[in-house]
């Protein structure tokens, strides 16, 4: 047989093994592609014209295939059974608003269970149709850059969600409280809304997550009802808009927040005093406290906030279940260093502390001073006192894939 021929029988031999695997293996290998190629593999047979008509997960993205909304018509007209499943990446310049609209009128009547709509950063918000409170099978939803409206009067909330996520959303402060008071199966809340008009209270018994960044100005209202968050997570603003509607800012609050296992604190300035005890109002708070990661911004060797990093300060104060530690910034300062050393004395269980220091540098010069500063830092924090016998520290340079272990 000639090579040609070879070549052909082989393409065709893997053409029918595709063709003939079972139909759930051949879904699960068309939900891992973009939409448009899921589309095109109606050409390639008769068998596969409408294989894609019936996937329960889709994914588009209007961003990187242009205005192609041909795409979304083809979904409208063809499309047939359930959708659990719908991912959507777009600018809503690019495309009429009421496709979009009719998109999410068509997904409330196929039982989508999980919705992810996101616009770019900075875009203007797509304002959400009415159809969107239609939505009753929600488990799980992700929206960015969208604009939620007062709902209809009959919508009771999406008693199924499990998990939401917020970012960018143009939201009242009273409708965002309602709407989570009325998802009663919420585990995982992200909210990362820079404008909210009041204080809101989360209200979400079974809540065992939550990241947010935003401006809230009562700490011990905002933290009041979280029973059972594991997970916390506080990005940059969160705690300086904290510290600024404290006034005098607590040493702890006036409960303990018991479920708490894991503490994400990110952008913290430690040269801004308030910001930095706010920062440990939460730490002495948390008794339970195992796993810590914080990342510091840079500042001054002289920060007025050394004082509130002493480890005299803390007599009394334990971190007695803390196990692991990791320290991201600018460390290789007073401030940090002092971070450092509160840490140690003050977690008799800890395993492992890692430090990620920061690079900065525009030269080889530069570079040499960072290195020597981190040099430095390391054979301080090497003969600081630690109430673990078993902690190691470690620091690690990402442009370095070794880690030192000391």
Same mark, same amino acid.
């Given at each position: 047989?000639?090579?040609?021929?070879?070549?052909?029988?082989?393409?065709?031999?893997?053409? &029918?093994?595709?063709?003939?695997l079972?139909?759930?293996?051949?879904?699960a290998?068309?939900?891992?592609?973009?939409l448009?190629?899921?589309?095109?593999?109606?050409?390639?047979?008769?068998k596969?014209?409408?294989?894609?008509?019936?996937?329960?997960?889709?994914?588009? &993205?209007?961003?990187?295939?242009?205005?192609r909304?041909?795409i979304?018509?083809?979904?409208?007209?063809?499309?047939?059974?359930?959708?659990?499943?719908?991912?959507?990446?777009? $600018? =809503?310049?690019?495309?009429?608003?009421?496709?979009?609209?009719?998109? $999410?009128?068509?997904?409330?009547?196929?039982?989508?269970?999980?919705?992810?709509?996101?616009?770019?950063?900075?875009?203007?918000?797509?304002?959400?149709?009415?159809?969107?409170?239609?939505?009753l099978?929600?488990?799980?939803?992700?929206?960015?850059?969208?604009s939620?409206e007062l @709902? @209809?009067?009959?919508?009771?909330?999406?008693?199924?969600?499990?998990?939401?996520?917020l970012?960018?959303?143009?939201?009242?402060?009273?409708?965002?409280?309602?709407?989570i008071?009325?998802?009663?199966?919420?585990?995982?809340?992200?909210?990362e809304?820079?404008?909210?008009?009041?204080?809101?209270?989360?209200?979400? =018994?079974?809540?065992?997550?939550?990241?947010?960044?935003?401006?809230?100005?009562?700490?011990?209202?905002?933290?009041?009802?979280?029973?059972?968050?594991?997970?916390?997570?506080?990005?940059?603003?969160s705690?300086?808009?904290?510290?600024?509607?404290?006034?005098?800012?607590?040493?702890?609050? @006036?409960?303990?927040?018991?479920?708490?296992?894991?503490?994400?604190l990110?952008?913290?300035y430690?040269?801004?005093?308030?910001?930095?005890?706010?920062?440990?109002?939460?730490?002495r708070?948390?008794?339970?406290?195992?796993?810590?990661?914080?990342?510091?911004?840079?500042?001054?060797?002289?920060?007025?906030?050394?004082?509130?990093?002493?480890?005299?300060?803390?007599?009394?104060?334990?971190?007695?279940?803390?196990?692991?530690?990791?320290?991201?910034?600018?460390?290789?300062?007073?401030?940090? $260093?002092q971070?450092?050393?509160?840490?140690?004395?003050?977690?008799?269980?800890?395993?492992?502390m890692?430090?990620?220091?920061?690079?900065?540098?525009?030269?080889?010069?530069?570079? &040499?001073?960072?290195?020597?500063?981190?040099?430095?830092?390391?054979?301080v924090?090497?003969?600081?006192r630690?109430?673990?016998?078993?902690?190691?520290?470690?620091? &690690?340079?990402?442009?370095? =894939?070794?880690?030192?272990?000391?």
């Amino acid at each position: 047989m000639p090579p040609k021929d070879k070549k052909h029988s082989c393409l065709s031999v893997s053409l &029918d093994i595709v063709s003939n695997l079972p139909g759930d293996i051949i879904d699960a290998i068309l939900v891992r592609l973009p939409l448009r190629d899921v589309v095109r593999t109606s050409i390639l047979s008769k068998k596969w014209r409408y294989k894609w008509c019936k996937l329960p997960e889709l994914a588009l &993205d209007l961003i990187t295939m242009e205005s192609r909304t041909d795409i979304v018509d083809h979904l409208l007209t063809l499309h047939s059974g359930p959708i659990t499943k719908f991912t959507l990446y777009f $600018i =809503p310049y690019m495309i009429p608003g009421s496709t979009i609209d009719n998109l $999410i009128y068509f997904l409330s009547r196929n039982g989508i269970q999980h919705l992810v709509l996101r616009l770019p950063w900075g875009s203007e918000p797509y304002k959400l149709p009415s159809s969107f409170f239609t939505c009753l099978q929600l488990r799980h939803l992700a929206l960015q850059m969208c604009s939620i409206e007062l @709902p @209809p009067p009959a919508f009771k909330g999406f008693d199924k969600l499990i998990s939401l996520e917020l970012s960018g959303v143009t939201i009242f402060s009273k409708l965002l409280e309602c709407l989570i008071c009325n998802c009663s199966l919420l585990e995982q809340l992200v909210l990362e809304i820079s404008e909210i008009s009041s204080v809101i209270e989360i209200k979400a =018994p079974m809540l065992k997550s939550f990241d947010f960044r935003g401006r809230q100005w009562d700490i011990a209202k905002f933290f009041g009802s979280f029973s059972v968050v594991k997970h916390l997570q506080l990005k940059i603003g969160s705690l300086k808009s904290f510290a600024a509607g404290a006034g005098v800012v607590p040493k702890r609050l @006036p409960f303990d927040l018991t479920s708490v296992k894991f503490l994400y604190l990110s952008g913290i300035y430690l040269d801004e005093v308030d910001v930095v005890l706010c920062a440990l109002c939460l730490i002495r708070s948390i008794p339970d406290l195992q796993y810590m990661e914080i990342e510091v911004f840079d500042c001054g060797e002289d920060s007025p906030a050394l004082e509130c990093l002493e480890v005299e300060g803390f007599s009394g104060v334990t971190f007695s279940r803390l196990r692991e530690v990791n320290l991201q910034g600018d460390l290789a300062i007073e401030p940090g $260093i002092q971070l450092i050393k509160l840490l140690l004395a003050k977690s008799p269980v800890l395993v492992r502390m890692l430090i990620k220091p920061s690079i900065h540098y525009d030269n080889r010069s530069q570079l &040499d001073e960072f290195l020597y500063r981190t040099d430095e830092m390391v054979n301080v924090v090497r003969e600081f006192r630690r109430a673990s016998p078993i902690a190691v520290f470690d620091y &690690d340079i990402e442009y370095d =894939p070794d880690c030192y272990m000391y």
